[in-house]
């Protein structure tokens, strides 16, 4: 068994056929069938089940599959570390942040890298948090902000930042006249993000806390971003940063139990290789935050 015999197997899972699989390496399907063919005389179990043309994982190919890909994975941090000699003064980072924090943080940071290490060079992804954790989870990215309860064991999480999360809607919202409880709230359409974000999940159990219906969805989107020119002149209300309001025509709906106050920090890959660049970027994140 060697690495080209992982790379192959992942192939064909990808590809879900042999044929395929070759094509897409670019070696002779017999080439990529003796690899199968290797892996299963070692391991003495079938790894794929044939079906004409495509290939299904039997239950021990499941399990290969998950291992095989991490330990490719630990190969390439490997790698990426023995051939890593950058000071921190040059290099690429992959950095993924929430909307909020890119507009809170990213510019002081891109002001120092562009001062300081005009070498390093920096890959930005925006998006809602699950996606970016993803991406993490997967070494698409070197360094992630996001909210750090969200962390969990797979990663290790160091805070940098305060975040009060709010009830929104446009100025003049009949919401807006007089105090609001959340009964009143479920009295008018919102838009969300979808269940899966940390976020929409802690909205819809501080309804049920209260023993109230989940908010009702009308938009839901990937991006709160837009979200102020989606609400415009209607009366669809909505969850976000209190440090975005400014000049977006929105204002707080006040009320102490739909008022989330959460802590954004870095989040690495805890067995992931960091290099001295993604060092870099990190110290010149928490300089910001303090300063």
Request: with cysteine.
């Amino acid at each position: 068994m060697n690495e080209r015999d992982l790379r192959y197997f992942l192939a064909i899972v990808d590809c879900r056929g042999i044929g395929a699989a070759a094509q897409r390496l670019g070696v002779t399907q017999p080439a990529v069938t003796k690899c199968v063919d290797r892996l299963e005389d070692v391991l003495r179990t079938p790894l794929l089940s044939r079906k004409g043309r495509y290939v299904e994982l039997t239950p021990a190919g499941i399990l290969f599959h998950r291992r095989a890909k991490a330990i490719l994975l630990r190969m390439e941090d490997a790698m990426q570390e023995l051939s890593n000699h950058a000071t921190g003064h040059s290099g690429h980072v992959r950095l993924g942040a929430a909307a909020t924090m890119t507009e809170a943080l990213l510019p002081g940071v891109l002001k120092r890298v562009m001062q300081e290490t005009p070498g390093i060079t920096i890959e930005l992804a925006t998006g809602m948090n699950d996606v970016l954790r993803e991406a993490l989870r997967e070494n698409r990215l070197d360094l992630l902000i996001s909210p750090t309860a969200e962390g969990g064991d797979e990663f290790e999480s160091e805070p940098l930042i305060s975040d009060r999360v709010v009830v929104v809607a446009r100025r003049g919202h009949p919401l807006c006249s007089t105090p609001s409880t959340m009964a009143d709230m479920l009295h008018y359409e919102w838009i969300l993000p979808p269940s899966t974000v940390a976020l929409r999940r802690w909205l819809d159990h501080s309804f049920e806390r209260a023993g109230l219906s989940h908010p009702r969805v009308q938009v839901e989107v990937n991006s709160l971003v837009l979200m102020p020119r989606l609400i415009g002149d209607t009366d669809l209300i909505s969850f976000a940063s209190s440090q975005k309001l400014d000049g977006t025509g929105l204002v707080e709906i006040a009320c102490p139990e739909t008022t989330h106050d959460r802590s954004f920090g870095l989040l690495y890959r805890r067995d992931a290789f960091r290099s001295p660049a993604v060092d870099t970027v990190a110290a010149f994140l928490r300089s910001v935050t303090k300063g």
